[in-house]
């Protein structure tokens, strides 16, 4: 049994890794790179195995830097299955699809503007292939286990996300489990991650490995920051993910509504049509949330959404208005990336009576990691746009747990493993969260390198 870590190893981005056997290859998630360009370039490389000789995905979750890549690898020759919960699949049929039509428009746009250094800007993939992709998926039992030839597989719930598992692997008497991303055990949505099952060797995330939760009540803090911003007449723009951090938003915004801490009169908008089908999704699935389905039928109560690209670019026009009415709106991409939410930044962001929240993580070099560090101008669209708003980072919105919950979670397994790796973060998080494994819990730990294989 060998691993080869292919993306995910010295960045937080791009889950790949590969299990290879002697008559079996698995690639464990298949995400995108995110971030820095050097490793958005990494997307358009060779993935460093054949994809045609690829058995089978096994896929963590949804979010886009552990399923991004799917269509690329089916572009690629990759025929096989993937596997994923109910739940994954129905949110990959979103995020894909959005996916290669962001792509699709971009690639337009940077050929209609000449803006690009190739001869004719092309998409990763487009909306065909995401959908040609969606036809591989194969559910699961209700079980969650599963036997591909001579290899027993198990999806556990990890909290984190809907649908969102640990993934643990045995072929004779040796087994390894793979952590995916793991929840907190206090979120808003989801439930306390499950316990897996022992292995021999883990691969666990790091994304937050150097870092505590603020120990703060993130309602009240949102509460504050929003009396804040709109008693001076701003807006509030919270730059989301459209899949889970959007809902975890809309939550907390209807429970303050129901507190009196939110006057009803003030719109709250929802510009992310991902977000929107998200949140359907969250309904059908509801039973996989920590809240009732009473609550979760409610997160949508007297919410505006806004539909079509010409309604978001007139609504980001308005806001900035010198009497515009104050508003709430939740858009998407969650790190500014791209997507609608920079129709607000654009707008927004000159003029200081307004904040701008991120609730969520910012990966180095995203657009939301450049403005929560506090730089004052950003690029956007080919120009130069002032920052001269408010800008806070909501960290007590992060579907991830820290690094005592890392920590937590690895104590919590049935018996030690003989080793782990540290994947799924910054360098500087994957170090630290390796220290602490080392000095506390005294396992044998490392982070691996890019591309690296390890016989396990």
Request: with cysteine; proline share 6%; aromatic share 6%.
């Given at each position: 049994?060998?691993?080869?870590?292919?993306?995910?190893?010295?960045?937080?981005?791009?889950?790949?890794?590969?299990?290879?056997?002697?008559?079996?290859?698995?690639?464990?998630?298949?995400?995108?790179?995110?971030?820095?360009?050097?490793?958005?370039?990494?997307?358009?490389?060779?993935?460093?195995?054949?994809?045609?000789?690829?058995?089978?995905?096994?896929?963590?979750?949804?979010?886009?830097?552990?399923?991004?890549?799917?269509?690329?690898?089916?572009?690629?020759?990759?025929?096989?299955?993937?596997?994923?919960?109910?739940?994954?699949?129905?949110?990959?049929?979103?995020?894909?699809?959005?996916?290669?039509?962001?792509?699709?428009?971009?690639?337009?746009?940077?050929?209609?503007?000449?803006?690009?250094?190739?001869?004719?800007?092309?998409?990763?993939?487009?909306?065909?292939?995401?959908?040609?992709?969606?036809?591989?998926?194969?559910?699961?039992?209700?079980?969650?286990?599963?036997?591909?030839?001579?290899?027993?597989?198990?999806?556990?719930?990890?909290?984190?996300?809907?649908?969102?598992?640990?993934?643990?692997?045995?072929?004779?008497?040796?087994?390894?489990?793979?952590?995916?991303?793991?929840?907190?055990?206090?979120?808003?949505?989801?439930?306390?991650?499950?316990?897996?099952?022992?292995?021999?060797?883990?691969?666990?995330?790091?994304?937050?490995?150097?870092?505590?939760?603020?120990?703060?009540?993130?309602?009240?803090?949102?509460?504050?920051?929003?009396?804040?911003?709109?008693?001076?007449?701003?807006?509030?723009?919270?730059?989301?993910?459209?899949?889970?951090?959007?809902?975890?938003?809309?939550?907390?915004?209807?429970?303050?509504?129901?507190?009196?801490?939110?006057?009803?009169?003030?719109?709250?908008?929802?510009?992310?049509?991902?977000?929107?089908?998200?949140?359907?999704?969250?309904?059908?699935?509801?039973?996989?949330?920590?809240?009732?389905?009473?609550?979760?039928?409610?997160?949508?109560?007297?919410?505006?959404?806004?539909?079509?690209?010409?309604?978001?670019?007139?609504?980001?026009?308005?806001?900035?208005?010198?009497?515009?009415?104050?508003?709430?709106?939740?858009?998407?991409?969650?790190?500014?990336?791209?997507?609608?939410?920079?129709n607000y930044i654009e707008t927004l962001a000159p003029q200081p009576q307004h904040h701008i929240a991120f609730p969520g993580f910012q990966a180095g070099g995203t657009r939301g990691a450049r403005m929560v560090a506090g730089e004052r101008e950003i690029k956007l669209r080919g120009r130069w746009v002032p920052v001269n708003a408010e800008i806070s980072?909501?960290?007590?919105?992060?579907?991830?747990?820290?690094?005592?919950?890392?920590?937590?979670?690895?104590?919590?397994?049935?018996?030690?493993?003989?080793?782990?790796?540290?994947?799924?973060?910054?360098?500087?998080?994957?170090?630290?969260?390796?220290?602490?494994?080392?000095?506390?819990?005294?396992?044998?730990?490392?982070?691996?390198?890019?591309g690296e294989t390890v016989e396990l």
């Amino acid at each position: 049994m060998t691993l080869t870590f292919l993306g995910a190893a010295d960045t937080v981005t791009g889950s790949r890794h590969l299990l290879s056997f002697s008559d079996q290859r698995l690639l464990l998630d298949a995400g995108l790179f995110q971030g820095f360009k050097t490793l958005r370039e990494r997307n358009w490389m060779p993935l460093g195995v054949d994809a045609s000789e690829l058995d089978a995905v096994l896929l963590s979750h949804a979010h886009l830097d552990h399923c991004g890549y799917l269509p690329a690898l089916r572009r690629q020759g990759f025929q096989g299955a993937i596997y994923a919960t109910a739940a994954t699949r129905d949110l990959c049929d979103v995020l894909l699809r959005d996916s290669a039509h962001l792509q699709e428009e971009d690639a337009k746009r940077a050929n209609r503007d000449q803006s690009s250094r190739h001869d004719k800007a092309l998409p990763l993939y487009g909306v065909r292939e995401a959908e040609a992709t969606m036809k591989q998926f194969v559910p699961l039992p209700r079980d969650g286990r599963l036997t591909l030839g001579g290899t027993e597989i198990r999806f556990t719930p990890a909290g984190h996300l809907l649908g969102a598992t640990s993934i643990h692997v045995r072929r004779g008497e040796r087994s390894l489990l793979f952590s995916g991303d793991i929840g907190r055990n206090n979120d808003l949505l989801m439930p306390v991650p499950q316990v897996p099952p022992a292995a021999d060797v883990v691969m666990i995330e790091s994304t937050y490995g150097n870092r505590l939760h603020p120990a703060e009540d993130v309602q009240a803090r949102l509460a504050q920051l929003l009396r804040t911003t709109l008693k001076r007449g701003g807006s509030v723009l919270l730059p989301s993910f459209a899949v889970g951090r959007a809902q975890a938003l809309l939550l907390v915004l209807q429970r303050l509504r129901r507190a009196g801490e939110l006057p009803l009169d003030v719109p709250i908008w929802l510009d992310s049509p991902m977000a929107e089908q998200a949140t359907e999704l969250t309904l059908r699935h509801a039973r996989l949330l920590r809240i009732s389905v009473d609550e979760a039928r409610g997160l949508t109560d007297r919410v505006h959404y806004v539909t079509q690209q010409a309604q978001s670019l007139k609504l980001a026009a308005s806001l900035a208005q010198r009497k515009a009415r104050p508003s709430i709106v939740i858009s998407a991409s969650g790190m500014a990336t791209g997507g609608r939410v920079l129709n607000y930044i654009e707008t927004l962001a000159p003029q200081p009576q307004h904040h701008i929240a991120f609730p969520g993580f910012q990966a180095g070099g995203t657009r939301g990691a450049r403005m929560v560090a506090g730089e004052r101008e950003i690029k956007l669209r080919g120009r130069w746009v002032p920052v001269n708003a408010e800008i806070s980072h909501l960290d007590g919105f992060s579907g991830h747990a820290d690094a005592e919950g890392l920590v937590q979670w690895l104590r919590a397994l049935p018996r030690p493993p003989g080793q782990v790796y540290v994947v799924h973060g910054e360098p500087a998080a994957a170090d630290a969260l390796r220290c602490r494994i080392q000095d506390e819990l005294g396992l044998p730990v490392r982070v691996p390198q890019h591309g690296e294989t390890v016989e396990l």
